[in-house]
């Protein structure tokens, strides 16, 4: 069969096919993708950013309940919760809405807010059903940030104007976080933080003091420690202090700036300050002219500290500033060493203008005049120093410098420094002296031969008595009776005798009548004679004139 030509073959073509009109099923889903799709972006362009905080712990905090919140408005919530760092820690994160963008900054804190039972009073009871939520403390930074690491600790001032400073301590008592800080008696602040300084032996406190009293702190502002109770019992008695109740029950700290400060300008924020132990402490002037000194006492030094105070003729002139022992390596000698600062400006007024000792500067030559002037007391006028008791209930003691004319003259190196001052014992050690010699005294008596002595007495004496005691026996059972018999005797016979002479008939009473009457007439005769005699003394040598017979 012949083969036609390619030009002849019949040619496949492609009929496209009519496209129909589309279905009405396809409009609602179409809608539907356009609707969430317009949501979708609606949802994007209101959405905030995403954050990330580590905390310590995440105590209270769950994905999908935890809010996020500043200034008790609610700016997020927490979309999940994770450990990291090997378990160790709690990473959180939370979804921020859009109009708290701005406050996402490198600044901003973040910390767990819970229900809190303080002295101060009770928050966040609400917590107790809601629970526990995140406290954010907007920063001022202009850099966006979106990872932070969140505060174990709430700050304790936040939306007040102020400022911080640090206090150094070297313990820190019964201070915490909140405890409050008085100007003269207004609380005007609060304990912010403390912890341990890098040194690891003092405590760095973090104290605010709000605006407008924070103009208050200078350069010379002192803060001491007004916590609880500060019962002190010295030389000078019994000081009760306390700041108030809630620095009674809570702890808390005082500042005040001392009128001999410098400078009245106010210091910037974040300055270091001492924070002392007590408001005496801080206050007390410092004295740039002090003079150091050395005392070696020869009697024990219990009750005497430092800071104790050192007087002369009772007004206090310096302190104890070290109390320890000294060791002489040749002799073996150890006796007390005390150490005292002198206030030579403190005496000008006790020695009169002709006698100041110079304290205006530290030359030699002032030094030297101060020197000239210890001399003269000490050799003169036998200053010298001696332990006193402050306290009998307490035992404290204080240097006391005393004039002793009757002193012996000391022996002095006076270019030795410090100067070495001579001292004098106290009272009590001049008790306990006198009390050992009296003791001496009976402790050489010849008390066993004594002893002996008396019991040989004793033995003596009881004999006597026995002998004594017998004799009565014998006096009462022999001698009595007979003595009661001659008294019967003597009885019988002065009744005789008073019935002989003074009964009224009887011939003794009628012989003494006769008897008085010849005494009656003799006594005439003589009366006679004696006026004839002296009317006529010379009858003694011629005898009776016949005209007088």
Same mark, same amino acid.
């Given at each position: ?8 073959v ?11 009109r ?19 972006i609606?949802?994007?362009a ?8 580590? !905390?310590?712990?995440? #105590? ?6 935890? *809010?996020?919140?500043? %200034?008790? &408005?609610?700016?997020?919530? /927490?979309t999940?919760v ?6 160790t ?11 708290a ?8 804190k ?20 809601s629970?526990?939520?995140?406290g ?11 990872? !932070?690491?969140?505060? #174990? ?6 939306? *007040?104007?102020?400022? %911080?400073? &640090?206090?150094?301590a070297p /313990? ?26 890098t ?5 760095e ?14 350069p010379?502002?002192r ?9 002190t ?15 009674l029950?809570?702890?808390? *700290?005082?500042?005040d700036?001392?009128d ?16 002392y ?12 002219f002090?003079?150091?000194?050395v ?11 430092v ?5 002369l ?27 005292i600062?002198?206030f030579p400006?403190r ?23 101060n020197?000239?002037l210890?001399r003269?007391?000490i050799?003169?006028?036998g ?5 006193q ?8 003691r ?10 012996p003259?000391?022996?002095i190196?006076?270019?030795v420094r410090?100067l070495?001052?001579p001292?004098?014992?106290g ?21 066993a ?23 009565l ?13 001659a ?7 002065l ?12 011939p ?6 006769g ?10 005769s003589l ?12 009858a003694l ?9």
């Amino acid at each position: 069969m012949a083969r036609k030509p390619l030009d002849e073959v019949p040619r496949a073509t492609v009929v496209r096919r009519k496209r129909g009109r589309l279905s009405v099923v396809w409009i609602i889903p179409i809608l539907a993708a356009a609707v969430a799709i317009g949501i979708a972006i609606q949802r994007l362009a209101a959405e905030g950013p995403t954050i990330t905080m580590v !905390f310590a712990a995440g #105590d209270g905090i769950e994905a999908g309940k935890t *809010l996020v919140k500043y %200034r008790d &408005v609610n700016i997020g919530q /927490v979309t999940a919760v994770q450990l990291v760092d090997g378990y160790t820690k709690v990473r959180v994160t939370a979804k921020i809405v859009k109009t708290a963008a701005g406050i996402m900054v490198d600044d901003t804190k973040f910390w767990v807010v819970g229900p809190h039972i303080g002295l101060t009073g009770v928050s966040g009871l609400g917590m107790l059903l809601s629970g526990n939520y995140i406290g954010v403390q907007a920063g001022s930074s202009d850099r966006s940030r979106r990872e !932070f690491i969140g505060l #174990d600790v709430a700050p304790r001032v936040v939306g *007040l104007k102020g400022r %911080r400073f &640090v206090l150094n301590a070297p /313990v820190l008592g019964s201070l915490g976080v909140g405890a409050p800080v008085y100007y003269r008696g207004l609380p005007v602040g609060e304990v912010e933080s403390y912890h341990l300084a890098t040194n690891r032996k003092s405590f760095e406190i973090g104290v605010f003091i709000v605006s407008p009293n924070d103009t208050d702190v200078h350069p010379d502002s002192r803060f001491w420690n007004a916590s609880g109770i500060d019962l002190t019992i010295g030389e000078n008695g019994l000081d009760v202090r306390t700041a108030s109740l809630l620095a009674l029950l809570a702890g808390g *700290l005082s500042f005040d700036t001392p009128d001999f400060a410098s400078t009245t300008d106010p210091v910037r924020e974040g300055t270091a300050f001492t924070l002392y132990g007590d408001r005496a402490t801080a206050m007390k002037q410092p004295d740039p002219f002090a003079q150091r000194y050395v005392l070696l006492f020869n009697e024990a030094v219990r009750g005497l500290s430092v800071g104790a105070p050192v007087t002369l003729m009772g007004l206090t002139v310096g302190e104890v500033t070290e109390v320890g022992l000294a060791f002489d390596p040749k002799t073996l000698a150890v006796h007390p060493r005390v150490f005292i600062s002198f206030f030579p400006e403190r005496t000008i007024a006790h020695f009169g203008p002709d006698q100041q000792p110079a304290v205006r500067s530290n030359t030699e030559l002032d030094e030297q005049k101060n020197i000239r002037l210890l001399r003269r007391l000490i050799i003169e006028r036998g200053m010298r120093a001696r332990l006193q008791s402050g306290n009998l209930l307490t035992g404290q003691r204080y240097v006391a410098f005393e004039f002793l004319p009757d002193s012996p003259k000391p022996l002095i190196d006076w270019t030795v420094r410090p100067l070495e001052l001579p001292v004098a014992p106290g009272q009590l050690a001049d008790m306990e002296a006198k009390l050992a010699s009296i003791l001496d005294k009976i402790d050489r008596m010849p008390l066993a031969a004594m002893g002996d002595r008396a019991a040989a007495a004793l033995k003596t004496l009881d004999q006597t008595l026995h002998d004594a005691g017998s004799a009565l026996q014998h006096l009462d059972a022999d001698t009595i009776p007979e003595i009661k018999k001659a008294l019967e005797d003597l009885r019988q016979v002065l009744e005789g005798a008073n019935a002989t002479l003074l009964g009224r008939d009887a011939p003794g009473q009628q012989e003494l009548r006769g008897a008085l009457q010849e005494v009656t007439r003799a006594a005439r005769s003589l009366r006679g004679l004696a006026d004839y005699l002296e009317s006529h003394p010379e009858a003694l040598i011629r005898g009776k004139s016949k005209e007088t017979k």
